[in-house]
RNA sequence: GGGCGGAUAGCUCAGUUGGGAGAGCGCAGCCCUUACAAGGCUGAGGUCACAGGUUCGAUCCCUGUUCCGCCUACCA
């Protein structure tokens, strides 16, 4: 047993971190024999620094995992980073860009080593900073992507969908961002609605001298690669012209004007021009088209003009392209008209940079038949999605689901299992290394020349060697007729021809490729592992709704697909944490608020209580300091209450969950909170259960602050102060031997309660909890491993009698609030029971109601004789008299009285409607009636008293004001 | 364009099988009562967005309207 300071000081928070992870005991060993409970982290990008959503996301993981552990389950929480392929590029190469370096200077493996490096230096710090926040997951088990296991698993399942025909090449229209230099997938584009220009440009007619078509467009730089103008088949405006041709200004093209049903007559002039290679609509167009129309790229992959753009404009930023576009056409008088046009621009979601469709050759996974299934397993409820809303949207996305675009130009990340024969032949014949295209980032010295780029088999003809060309190549891009050589090891060989010189594919997977197999790459597949035995599927997933389909969705088609079985039982899927003014925090927006600020400021308990006490199933949290600052507030009064009960429990001896002999000589308040622990503790097992966080902190909160230090720690006070006193009696009055024994009793029953509370309260607040429990006497380690309070039978009789006790403490102390009386003033108070059971109740524990209310006097009777000048308080089971001779303020009496009666009447007018009402008598169930028919009763009783109360006192008054009269 | 969610006390929000409206903060009054003024006690404050409907009875279920968010989409 210790003893408490003044007051918490949180600073120290992480000595307790440091025991726990000493002791082990965040490893699911600690309970060798129960049933496993596994939670996976959504692993943070190891960029990342501890932002308000992952503190909320990893509060929620760890209450459960502690709740669960406490509980005896093996409970793993299984913790990770993912290695965020082009958030950590970006990231080192804007330091190397700081030295003047990019990384084609320091080539793919030096640049790499770099990466490792820089990771291995600030990877941990998200890691350091979950561990400021309490989270107790098992260190020993941590996880990267990038690990030698994970990046087997990835290769496997690569391996293994090629094998399988879901993996496949495409040559197609694609999301590319021209900062980060890599295509993306449609998930990984944030579409953001702008205001732009629509410009109207006229196209004039080959052949016919002064005609022309007006076309709108919001980019006429991409004019230069137009292929077609479209119009809609049917619109009578334009049928005439199908079939002509247009001269496309600013370049010596004639374009076809075609039909396509794709095109919207109301829209601009019902005229659109078709660039296949940069619209993801005039693709559609042009493939539908016979012949098909061509792909003229404009655009590279820099963002700027090619050479087909015209010698004009080649070379040019997108941008100034279309400055100089305007410029040009205007110059022409080809510009009709301009206007101000609202639409959405997609942006790369990591530098915000606006996304330019190219045409490239990119890998893609066919996700149709695996979101089928992932859709069933969410269907037949084997995979529960909390709250349930988030069902219609999986359902809604998975249901569209377009192939998934996987591969991405960068260099950190797996590269793809996947190698080129330069010397064999395609189906066609053609040499493979003809159609292996590279471009070098330096010039290369070939035999006096200076070479930039080429074919590969020129490349090698020109007498670079191998190395040269792979080490050098700033993008490798091969056809789609060559053909991939897919291998679990690298081949040291072409299967086909032998040759030893093999090319691999430069690409690396989308990240979130290998966080999809997340749930059980963790737990070691492809090897069968005892952990992966024993905890696949793991129990629940809890993560925000914007990594939905990103990661949960994918998740379940992995783990589907390779484990044969879904990767949780369930997926919570929590709130988005807003700052006060409901909007989402951002850096643009300078309103982020640091979590590690706030763990500085009020300690990570408060905080974590702040987000779990508002952490609503389907709704968002509105984040501000002032809550936290409350829940600080809430530990300061769980410290001193604690303070107060150890002090006055020196020498008690520790209450063993066995030894419950004590119980016997407790009174009705400890019968009562007793009661409300185990009540407690129900609570949070249901809402816990149903992850209803926000209930479960609450129904904590309330219990320790409400119950426990408001009522039972003052009950109990008596109990100590006065049997204190008289403690040094020779005990053999009978009755002093008896309240011995309920001093003894009580003074264990706080230890108890204050004992269960911390339990409760662990898993919530993990480190006042431990401090606490420390300073108690105890057995354990830590509270972190002590089992969670088990419900019992509730004590319905001590609950009940408890009320009077209240109802009686509550009556007197409103009187004397409503009235102004001082605290201090002790005073005469008179109690009419309802019937003489709650009288016996009351006389039984009088101690408690003349203490706690401040009497001198206190008259319990069913047959009081209310005198004349006396303020009232009808409750439920009692009324209860103050007489205030002299003291009495008549008329503020009668006010509060008028109130009282005001109320309850309304309350009778609208019962009365209910009774009177015979079809409400015969439908309404009948158990119904009866509590209106009872409740009637009640009320009318109330107001009786009420009014006779009244009724008294407009007596006195007319005493008063007579005698006032006389006197005047 | 499609979909989803929200509108309850001054503020932020709970309210799960439709049966007398709750919390925290804030506010007002009285109190430094020997754990805690980071506190105690008492209290004020709500036609549960609006309009219909179902029902004996609606904050809750249905329809519509208004306002506010979010997701999604190939409106050039």
């Known amino acids: 047993m210790g003893e408490l300071g003044r007051s918490y000081r949180f600073n120290d928070e992480m000595k307790w971190y440091e025991l726990w992870q000493r002791e082990g005991l965040f490893r699911p060993e600690v309970n060798p024999e129960g049933e496993p409970y596994c939670i996976v982290i959504p692993p943070p990008n190891v960029t990342g620094s501890l932002h308000m959503g992952h503190a909320l996301n990893a509060t929620l993981q760890d209450i459960l995992i502690r709740w669960k552990r406490m509980q005896g389950f093996r409970a793993l929480w299984l913790p990770g980073t993912d290695h965020a392929g082009i958030a950590t590029q970006n990231v080192v190469e804007r330091e190397l860009g700081r030295e003047g370096l990019d990384r084609y200077t320091l080539g793919r493996k030096e640049f790499l080593r770099r990466v490792w490096r820089w990771k291995e230096e600030y990877g941990e710090r998200i890691i350091n900073q979950l561990k400021r926040l309490g989270a107790s997951c098992d260190w020993s088990r941590q996880r990267f992507t990038l690990d030698e296991g994970l990046s087997r698993a990835v290769r496997e399942v690569f391996v293994k969908l090629f094998e399988d025909g879901l993996i496949y090449r495409d040559l197609r229209l694609i999301n590319w961002c021209p900062r980060c230099h890599t295509a993306l997938s449609d998930l990984e584009v944030e579409h953001e609605e702008l205001e732009g220009r629509l410009t109207f440009i006229r196209y004039p007619l080959s052949g016919d001298e002064g005609g022309y078509v007006v076309v709108a467009t ?108 305007l410029e040009d056409l205007k110059e022409l008088g080809l510009i009709e008209k301009e206007q101000r046009h609202l639409h959405s621009v997609g942006h790369c979601y990591r530098c915000k940079t606006i996304i330019e469709p190219l045409s490239t050759v990119q890998w893609y996974v066919d996700v149709k038949g695996l979101a089928e299934e992932a859709v069933k397993a969410v269907r037949d409820g084997r995979i529960g999605l909390i709250p349930e809303g988030w069902k219609k949207s999986y359902f809604a996305w998975m249901e569209n689901i377009k192939d998934w675009c996987i591969s ?29 295209h590279v471009t070098l980032y330096r010039p290369l010295n070939a035999g006096g020349d200076e070479v930039r780029g080429g074919t590969y ?40 021809c032998g040759s030893k010189e093999l090319i691999r594919d430069n690409d690396v997977l989308d990240t979130w490729f290998s966080s999809a197999l997340w749930p059980f790459s963790t737990l070691g597949w492809p090897d069968d592992t005892d952990d992966l035995k024993t905890y696949y599927p793991t129990s629940v997933l809890v993560t925000a709704f914007d990594i939905l389909f990103f990661w949960v969705a994918r998740m379940i088609m992995m783990g589907l697909r390779f484990m044969d079985d879904i990767p949780f039982h369930d997926v919570y899927i929590h709130a988005i944490v807003r700052d006060a003014t409901g909007q989402k925090m951002s850096k643009s927006k300078g309103n982020v608020i640091d979590p590690l600020l706030m763990i500085d400021r009020f300690g990570a308990d408060a905080f974590r209580f702040a987000l779990t006490a508002f952490a609503a199933q389907g709704r968002d949290i509105r984040f501000s300091e002032e809550r936290v600052e409350g829940y600080k507030n809430f530990i300061n009064k769980l410290w001193n209450a604690a303070k107060f009960i150890l002090t006055n429990t020196e020498g008690v001896v ?82 002093v031997k008896e309240s011995r024994g309920l001093k003894a009793a009580t003074l264990r029953c706080l230890l108890h309660t204050l004992d269960g509370s ?41 609950e009940e009698k408890m009320s009077y006790i209240m109802e009686a403490i509550s009556g007197i102390r409103s009187i004397r609030g409503e009235l102004n009386m001082a605290p201090s003033l002790e005073l005469t108070a008179q109690i009419k029971p309802n019937n003489p059971g709650i009288g016996e109740v009351l006389k039984g524990n009088a101690l408690y109601i003349s203490r706690l209310a401040r ?14 000048g006396v303020a009232t308080s009808v409750r439920d089971h009692l009324e209860v008299y103050v007489p205030l001779e002299g003291l009495l ?42 509590k209106e028919k009872l409740k009637y009763n009640e009320f009318t009783l109330k107001k009786e008293r009420i009014l006779e109360s009244i009724d008294k006192l407009q007596e006195l008054k007319g005493e008063d004001d007579g005698r006032k009269k006389e006197g005047s």
């Open 408 to 436: 991405r130009q960068i260099w950190w990340g797996h590269q793809i299992p996947v190698w080129y024969c330069p010397y064999c032949k395609t189906e066609e014949g053609q040499h493979q290394g003809d159609l292996i």
């Open 889 to 930: 303020d008549v008329d503020s009496e009668l006010r509060r009285l008028r109130k009282d009666l005001q109320k309850i009447e309304d309350s009778i007018t609208a019962l009365d409607r209910k009774l009177l009402n015979e079809e409400f008598l015969r439908k309404a169930p009948k158990e119904v009636v009866e």
């Open 758 to 798: 911390l339990r409760l309260l662990h898993p919530f607040m993990p480190f006042v909890t431990e401090e606490i429990w420390q300073a108690l006497p105890h057995t354990d380690r830590s509270i972190m491993i002590s089992p969670f309070p088990h419900p019992e039978e509730s004590d319905a009789d001590a």
């Open 654 to 735: 520790p209450a063993s969950t066995h030894e419950t002999s004590w119980r016997d000589d407790l009174d009705i308040p400890g019968r009562w909170i007793l009661s409300r622990l185990s009540k407690t503790a129900e609570r949070i097992n249901t809402a816990l259960g149903e992850y209803r966080f926000n209930d479960a902190a609450n129904a904590i909160y309330q219990f320790i602050w409400h119950e426990f230090c408001d009522w039972y720690i003052e009950l109990s006070k008596p109990i100590i102060y006065d049997q204190g006193r008289s403690g040094a009696d020779t005990g053999a009055d009978p009755a």
């Open 218 to 325: 919001t980019r006429p730089e991409s004019m230069l690669g137009d292929a077609a103008v479209a119009v809609h088949p049917e619109d009578g405006r334009y049928k005439d012209l199908v079939g002509k041709m247009v001269k496309l200004p600013l370049t010596r093209r004639e374009i076809p004007i075609i039909a396509d049903e794709g095109v919207d007559p109301q829209f601009g002039t019902g005229a659109v021009k078709v660039t296949p290679a940069h619209d993801f609509n005039d693709e559609a167009i042009a493939r539908r088209q016979t012949p098909k129309l061509p792909f003229i790229s404009v655009i590279d992959d820099d963002g700027k003009m090619t050479d087909a753009a015209g010698k004009n404009y080649a070379g040019l930023d997108r941008y100034e392209c279309r400055r100089k576009v």
């Open 457 to 496: 088999t020129e490349l090698r003809l020109r007498g670079l060697a191998p190395e040269d060309i792979v080490n050098n190549a700033k993008t490798v891009k091969v056809e789609m007729t060559v053909k991939p050589i897919c291998s679990r090891e690298d081949p040291g060989e072409c299967p086909f």
């Open 855 to 868: 009497t001198k006097k206190l008259e319990v009777d069913t047959a009081v004789r209310k005198g004349k």
